[in-house]
């Protein structure tokens, strides 16, 4: 206890783990080495007296547990699941208009175009006409309308998949300049994701030209009102 104070008599002020770790004994280097283990046999044998007995015995090295379990130890139980591709509700199809309700673009109106691989909804405002991009969107998070683009003679390129959303990693910078505000650039957007974007948007933009107060309608945002009744109102 000589680096502990005494608070009472016998009391120190740090504990003997406290203590141990003050002394630091544990950071030094250690001089000496292990003996090397040598090898047993898994069984030796031994000679037993008495003519009925065999005269000669295995004794194995390793001897076995005592102990048994008085219950059965529960195994859990192997799944055979496999996920799969998340269904699509009946209500969404190719060409269907959408209501975001969760996100950035919450209250807007976006024109539903293909389902991804990962199960996500792949939208498109068009850009041009509500500022809305191609997103990837869960299927909970959306209402389904009534309102149909007809988007059936629309290829879309393969290009646009769920590695289109993929984000390149940035290198990291130091806390410090984080926290200043150093080194935050703002990225240009991509040429690619740009072209990419205008070629699936064209098509889209003259499939809604030919119906009338489509596009004013897909400008309009959509939120709810005090004493709306959302579970009367039909999309």
Known sequence: ???????????????RSQVAAKRGLHKGKKTSTAPA??????ATEKKVGGKANGE????????????YPAEDVRRPRVSRKTVGKTALR????????L???????SGKRVVFLKQLDSGLLLVTGPFKLNGVPLRRVSQAYVIATSTKVDIS???????????YFAKSKAAKGSKEGEFFGEGKEKKAFPEEKKSEQKTVDAPVLEAIKKVENLGKYLKASWGLSKGDRFHELKF
């Open 37 to 42: 283990k040598t090898e047993q046999p898994a």
């Open 56 to 67: 000669k015995r295995l004794i194995p090295s390793n001897k076995a547990s005592k102990y």
């Open 99 to 105: 209501i975001l309700l969760a996100g950035r673009f």
């Open 90 to 97: 009946s209500s969404i199809t190719p060409g269907t208009v």
């Open 153 to 163: 003679s629309i290829a879309l390129p393969e290009s646009v998949n769920d590695s």
């Open 1 to 15: 206890m000589a680096r502990s104070q005494h608070i009472a008599p016998n009391v120190g002020r740090l504990s």
